[in-house]
């Protein structure tokens, strides 16, 4: 009982509920987003009677077909996918990038197996081939 009260109270699983909670009430206001501001406002400008376009159906043998509605929710998708790509990938991105700047100046190619290798290695961790170094391969005088 206690591993799963340490599972509970870890502080990533707070932190994904929070986010769970977070993305449901910001899906939320997106949905009403498109549906109240958006779409009337794309039905004043095309000219079209009805500012909603989950209305907008069309029959075909008694099936009923709601493209309207399949508009709405591209809309929402495509404004919450954009969210997230400028808020949060872009951001993460850079900031990866930003670190493994740094990681490139310590770290060296082993020229046998192609692994990440300190610098001043001598030897290849992973293959253990002898590496030459910047020292010995410098012309004496």
Same mark, same amino acid.
């Given at each position: 009982? +206690?591993?799963?009260?340490?599972?509970?109270?870890?502080?990533?699983?707070?932190? !994904?509920? &929070?986010?769970?909670?977070?993305?449901?009430?910001?899906?939320?206001? &997106?949905?009403?987003? &498109?549906? /109240? !501001?958006?779409?009337? !406002?794309?039905?004043? &400008?095309?000219?079209?009677?009805?500012? /909603?376009?989950?209305?907008?159906?069309?029959?075909?043998?008694?099936?009923?077909?709601?493209?309207? /509605?399949?508009?709405?929710?591209?809309?929402?998708?495509?404004?919450?996918?954009?969210?997230?790509?400028?808020?949060?990938?872009?951001?993460?991105?850079? !900031?990866?990038?930003?670190? /493994?700047?740094?990681?490139?100046?310590?770290?060296?190619?082993?020229?046998?197996?192609?692994?990440?290798?300190?610098?001043?290695?001598?030897?290849?961790?992973?293959?253990?081939?002898?590496?030459?170094?910047?020292?010995?391969?410098?012309? +004496?005088?």
């Amino acid at each position: 009982m +206690s591993g799963f009260k340490k599972f509970l109270m870890r502080g990533n699983l707070v932190e !994904l509920a &929070v986010a769970v909670v977070v993305g449901a009430t910001f899906s939320g206001l &997106v949905q009403a987003l &498109v549906k /109240d !501001l958006i779409t009337p !406002l794309i039905a004043a &400008v095309t000219g079209g009677k009805e500012p /909603d376009f989950s209305q907008y159906v069309f029959t075909v043998n008694g099936a009923k077909f709601m493209y309207g /509605d399949f508009i709405n929710q591209l809309l929402s998708f495509m404004i919450i996918a954009s969210v997230i790509y400028w808020l949060v990938v872009l951001p993460m991105s850079r !900031l990866i990038t930003f670190f /493994d700047r740094n990681k490139e100046a310590t770290e060296k190619k082993c020229p046998e197996c192609l692994s990440n290798i300190p610098v001043a290695a001598r030897r290849c961790a992973f293959c253990t081939a002898e590496l030459q170094t910047e020292a010995a391969t410098a012309p +004496s005088a």
